[in-house]
């Protein structure tokens, strides 16, 4: 007979164990914009929080290979004003079966969005005019400071020298 200490023990360690496992994505997840507009009015970028968007897709391999870059600055900046979003250029058929699993399978922890306007020559001057359209791109705003870099970046450190200016 399993003893009260033993028992407690056993649900305290399923509780742990749940609470530090990352996310589970699912569509509830995971806003979708069909229009630029609506994305962009989401935003919320008044205040003193630095917002960092980047946008990427799953198809896209030097999108894929700095995500990972991200996430690490999200984590070691967690107790500064920050804000990390991804915006994802995936298709929209392709949510389910390749953009979330993607999530789940790297640990993304970062807001997730999706936009799915295919109307990019009309946006992408919206974003910033130098924007040859190209991804993965990352902005990186505070107040009336904008800074845009449309590179694929190689390190953690590397991003970082990007946001300290700001922080």
Known sequence: MVSLRLFLFLCF???VGS???AQQWTMD????YDDFDDLETSFDL???SIHLINFWATWCKPCVEELPFFEEARELLSDEKIKFTLVSLDFKKQIESKMLPFLNEHKIGSEVVVLTDGKSNVWIDKV??????AIPITMIKKGDKHLFYEVEFYSTE??????KPLL
Request: aromatic share 8%.
């Open 13 to 15: 360690c399923v509780f």
């Open 158 to 163: 590397e991003l970082l020298e990007k946001i």
């Open 46 to 48: 008044s205040g003193d």
């Open 19 to 21: 609470a530090l496992s």
């Open 128 to 133: 910033d005019p130098s924007w040859s359209g």
């Open 29 to 32: 997840d995971v806003k979708v």
